[in-house]
């Protein structure tokens, strides 16, 4: 059993496709074990994208995931990690597989709908981020 963070982006959120995104999770082995509605100071969101700094996407990325509301989720499952990040879709959405999330709802490959931990230590780094183990019922 492995776990992950999820976030519902403030683009999918508003899209009104929160449901739908938890619906493919749930209905590929992937149950969430935690989960919260978010508003994102700037720096909050700089904070969780920290490994970005660097990339010059960084100040536009950060404005948009402060924005409005985001849903973060803890998803654990077998090879969760993997398995959200092949449900999520390529970053570029028109790079996505068919059937993704951001095929089927991106439009921007900045607003992308959803976020997914890469590995096992962002994975643990990120969802210390938003929860604390009173919040996760694994
Ligand atoms: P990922 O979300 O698929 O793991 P990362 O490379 O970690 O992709 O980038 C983090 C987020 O930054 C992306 O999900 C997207 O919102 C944004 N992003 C990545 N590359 C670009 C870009 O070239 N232009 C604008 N935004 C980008
Ligand atoms: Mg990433």
Do not use: W
Not at 74 to 88: F, T
Not at 96 to 114: L, S
């Amino acid at each position: 059993m492995e776990r992950t963070l999820s976030i519902v982006k403030p683009d999918g959120v508003e899209k009104g496709v929160l449901g739908e995104v938890i619906k493919r999770f749930e209905s590929n082995g992937l149950r969430v074990i935690a989960m919260k509605m978010v508003c994102m100071s700037k720096e909050q969101a700089k904070g969780f994208y920290y490994v970005h700094r660097e990339r010059p996407f960084y100040e536009s990325l950060t404005d948009f995931m402060s924005s409005g509301p985001a849903v973060v989720m803890v998803l654990e499952g077998e090879n969760a990690i993997s398995k959200n990040r092949e449900l999520m879709g390529a970053t570029d959405y028109r790079e996505a597989a068919e059937g993704t999330i951001r095929k089927d709802f991106a439009t921007d490959i900045e607003r992308n709908i959803v976020h997914g931990s890469d590995g096992p230590d962002t994975a643990a780094f990120e969802i210390s981020y938003f929860f604390n183990e009173l919040e996760i019922c694994g």
